[in-house]
């Protein structure tokens, strides 16, 4: 790196051509440039400029040494902010911000298989709305957003990669009215309430069956009030009776009432093996995640965020495969 040092002397001494400016612009005295210089013509052996009387001017090595030394020093650079990344996986910070289906199964696995990796990195993750997510990158504050992107697909200020749905289950609690029946009907189970955050770029069966269901004066069907969930004017956003941000509090809502609520299998294994919730056998082709991995589009990605988003999506693949994220 020494001879990298004093290239960068010769390319100084050249753009200035005055032993005094040059060494007034690298915060150098005058003898300890001119030391350097000669020190370079020895270890070339030849002489790199003519000090004439109108300045120093390059000779025909200098000219070579010059015009080869800028690219050496790009190349340097580069590859000293290549080290200092992939130095950030070690020692390091990675943020994310995701919505509460892939933030509370996918994408926390993913961080966590990142943090066995590298357990010095780290990490942050928020749970938000898409909207926060989307914001939050923007901002800076995110390095990463996972999230519904339905309303920002042409929006230029980011990059979107698309992952691979995961399947999503509706689920109730033992003993709900629902349990009865062999194949609830979507429409039967949004006569409950649902708890849950709201679901963006619905389905239109999905939206068909609560636009059927939403009725604000609760009328009834077999006797069981109808849910007030709603989809909005152009039947893009279902927003449940109950609207959380969280999978968590949806399913201690489920858990202590006739609610439903809907999670990745991997979410609602151990309590469906523990019977503490069931999975309902709902047929419902389109319920499935739908996100995308964002970015800002004006930055590449650092080592830290490449090797998280390609755990993600080797995670995301095996839920959609098996239907349910694995717990490790």
């Known amino acids: 790196m020494n001879d990298l040092r004093l290239i960068g002397l010769a390319i100084a ?16 005295s005058q003898p300890s440039l001119s030391r350097g210089i000669a020190e370079l013509e020895r270890s070339l052996g030849v ?18 040494l010059l ?8 190349d340097a650079a580069r590859l000293r902010r290549e080290i200092d990344l992939l130095a950030g996986l070690e020692t390091g910070a990675l943020s994310v911000a995701a919505a509460p289906f892939p933030g509370e199964s996918t994408v926390a696995v993913a961080l966590g298989q990142l943090a066995l990796r590298f357990p ?16 939050d990158v923007l901002s800076g504050d995110i390095d990463i957003g996972v999230a519904s992107v339905f309303g920002y697909e042409n929006d230029r200020q980011i990059t979107i990669e698309a992952v691979l749905p995961v399947p999503v289950f509706l689920a109730c609690r033992p ?20 708890a849950g955050p709201p679901l963006r770029g619905v389905h239109a069966e999905i939206a068909a069956a609560a636009a059927n269901t939403d009725d604000r004066s ?31 509090a949806a399913r201690l809502i489920a858990l202590n009432s006739d609610a439903v609520f809907a999670a990745p299998a991997s979410f609602l294994a151990d309590d469906v093996a523990a019977a503490r919730l069931v999975r309902l056998n709902v047929d419902v082709p389109e319920m499935k995640t739908s996100h995308g991995i964002i970015r800002t589009a004006d930055r590449s990605l650092s080592p830290a965020e490449r090797v998280f988003i390609d755990l993600l999506r080797e995670v995301e693949a095996k839920a959609h495969q098996s239907g349910a994220a694995p717990l490790s």
């Open 13 to 28: 001494l050249s753009e200035h051509g005055n032993f005094r400016r040059a060494a007034d612009a690298l915060n150098l």
């Open 47 to 64: 002489s790199l400029f003519d000090r004439t009387t109108k300045g120093v001017v390059p000779t025909a090595f200098g000219r070579v």
């Open 120 to 135: 010095r990195l780290r990490m942050k993750l928020i749970v938000a709305d898409p909207d926060r997510v989307i914001a």
């Open 218 to 248: 609760a009328r009834r069907v077999s006797g069981v009030p109808q849910s007030v969930a709603a989809i909005d004017a152009r039947g893009a956003t279902f927003t449940p009776q109950i609207s959380v941000s969280s999978m968590e």
């Open 67 to 74: 015009d080869r030394g800028q690219a050496l020093l790009r």
């Open 175 to 194: 003993g709900h009215p629902l349990t009865q029946e062999i194949a609830p009907t979507l429409k039967q189970v949004l006569s409950y309430p649902f």
